[in-house]
């Protein structure tokens, strides 16, 4: 069979079953196209998409000016490699570091590589600035974290799924209950060894859980008094999902080391970052850390492309005006509703809560069930439900999104 022949839903799901490593279980919806905030399967059936690929499509689908940049680079030069400068790259680098307010940044393609450098940097930092003795740093992070997939970051994951015999573990992490303050300055005063605080300012994988009010700006301000690196992992809150450029915003907190990934590309390209001012980035000397493809002129072009369009089209102000919104109309719906129990979130990074245990099939059946309704979304942990749209949405389709979701929900009433 000829690649670019036209395939059904069912022989691409047979094809992605047979050849295809079994580490992900889609719903059974085989998408072909598309724009905006719609994507089409093959068949021709249009779907709203409420999960954004996980918050990397905030600019919506195929967005023309993301696009743009994309072919134009991709005719002139794609990639150097860093043994070369290359035009693109410092362009890039000096927009992005403005945009954030940081001194440098440090290119990478994937979330759980910027990760890993903003860990790199961290222990660096630690034993060459605060003086903490050779391989005795430790990194504080949150219970049901989640911050990507390599050996390193599932040593400090304690989803059993993720780690269950990927050992052995890599050490040097002190794991805390996430939203919980004098647990951070416990641990802080348990050891003279703390290098760092890993944190999400909203946990998106463990089910939407957003911390109560000051706990970010309280953390910073406990890591700036015991100099230790407040280090956000923006990936999936960033770039305007929660309706602020970045989610420490609402609390205006100015992380050490920020990392993004995710929609800093418009989810066409792999495109991650980390930022720190020079205190800290200098650290890095040339020959120390590295990757093939970060900061590539193609990547570079994409990604001022996806953050001009951010600013060019106000998508915070409209992720936090929709998300309201849409809190507000399924809390009437849940008032006399069995099946949930809760809506929560900021901005349009949202989930509902369903009345199950995390075993049952309920979410997911409620999910296949949106999806015949003409809408995708996916559960997070068996009884979560997240609803995470572009941010390009208008409101009227914001309202027939919530009128298919209400209509979904009645169907599942007991
Ligand atoms: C998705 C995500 C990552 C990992 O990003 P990948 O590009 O999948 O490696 C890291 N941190 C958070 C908070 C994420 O949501």
Known sequence: MSVLEKISSAEAIALENQYGAHNYHPLPVVLSKGKGVFVWDVEGKKYYDFLSAYSAVNQGHCHPEIIEALTDQAQTLTLTSR?????????????????????????????????????????????????????????????????????????????????????????????????????????????????????????????????????????????EKHNILFIADEVQTGIARTGKLLAVQHENVQPDV?????????????????????????????????????????????????LNVVEKEKL????????????????????????????RGKGLLNAIVINDTEESETAWNICVKLAENGLLAKPTHGNIIRFAPPLVMTEEQLLDCISIITKTLQEFEK
């Open 258 to 306: 920020l990392i993004l990934g995710k929609a800093i590309s418009g989810g066409v390209y792999p495109v991650s970052a980390v930022l720190a001012d020079d205190a800290i980035m200098n650290v890095i000397k040339p020959g120390q850390h590295g990757s093939t493809f970060g900061g590539n002129p193609l990547a570079a072009a994409v990604a001022i492309a996806a």
């Open 83 to 223: 043994a070369f400068y290359n035009d693109k790259l410092g362009v890039y680098e000096k927009f992005v570091a403005d945009y954030f307010g940081f001194d440098k940044v440090l290119p990478m393609n994937t979330g759980a590589e910027a990760v890993e450098t903003a860990i790199k940097i961290c222990r660096k930092w630690a034993y060459e600035k605060k003086g903490i003795n050779e391989n005795e740093a430790q990194i504080i992070v949150c219970e049901n974290n989640f911050h990507g997939r390599t050996t390193t970051i599932i040593s400090f994951s304690n989803d059993e799924n993720a780690r269950k015999n990927f050992g052995p573990y890599t050490a040097g992490f002190i794991k805390i209950p996430y939203d919980n303050i004098e647990a951070l300055e416990q641990a802080i005063q348990s050891s003279s060894n703390i290098a760092g605080f890993l944190v999400e300012p909203i946990q998106g994988e463990a089910g939407v859980y957003v911390p109560s009010e000051g706990y970010l700006a309280k953390a910073k301000a406990l890591c």
């Open 316 to 343: 915070a102000d409209n992720a936090e005006r929709l998300g309201v919104i849409f809190r507000e109309k399924l809390k009437d719906y849940i008032k006399t509703s069995n099946t949930v129990t809760m809506v």
